[in-house]
């Protein structure tokens, strides 16, 4: 944070745009991320401990929890993950409300004569 002092001899505190990373762990993930992730691959260790994979399609279902809860968390720009970009999607979709117009409209026909 970084204090000014402006002429009335009042301190105005800029804080930078990106003061939310600093929150996160290793500045891109929440809690829950990690957790979703990190069940992902256990899941994945365990199915590899269970069944011994031995053709690639196997090797590909193997893998796959470890590879989706990834691409899950995975950061993108404007929005905090892939999960995020999801959710708001199906909320977008699912939640839509209808709003009654109550007001002034600006191309509103008149009455006046010429």
């Known amino acids: 944070m970084i204090e000014e002092v402006n002429s009335n001899n009042q301190a ?6 990106n003061s939310k990373r600093g929150l996160l762990i290793m500045g891109s993930f929440y809690i ?3 957790i979703l992730f990190g069940s992902g691959v256990l899941l994945t260790v365990i199915i590899l401990i269970l069944f011994e ?5 196997m090797i590909i279902v193997t893998i ?3 590879l989706i809860t990834g691409l899950l968390v995975m950061p993108i720009p404007n929005y905090h993950n892939t999960l995020t970009v999801i959710l708001s999607i199906i909320n977008f ?4 409300e209808k709003f009654k117009w ?4 600006f191309y ?3 009455n006046s004569t010429k």
Do not use: F, Q, V
């Not at 994979?53 to 399609?57: K, M, S």
């Not at 979709?93 to 839509?96: D, L, V």
């Not at 109550?102 to 409209?105: A, C, N, R």
């Open 12 to 17: 105005n505190y800029l804080i930078p745009a």
């Open 32 to 34: 829950k991320d990690l």
């Open 53 to 57: 994979p031995g053709n690639l399609p």
């Open 64 to 66: 796959l929890p470890a």
């Open 93 to 96: 979709y699912s939640k839509r």
């Open 102 to 105: 109550e007001g002034w409209s």
């Open 108 to 110: 509103e026909e008149t």
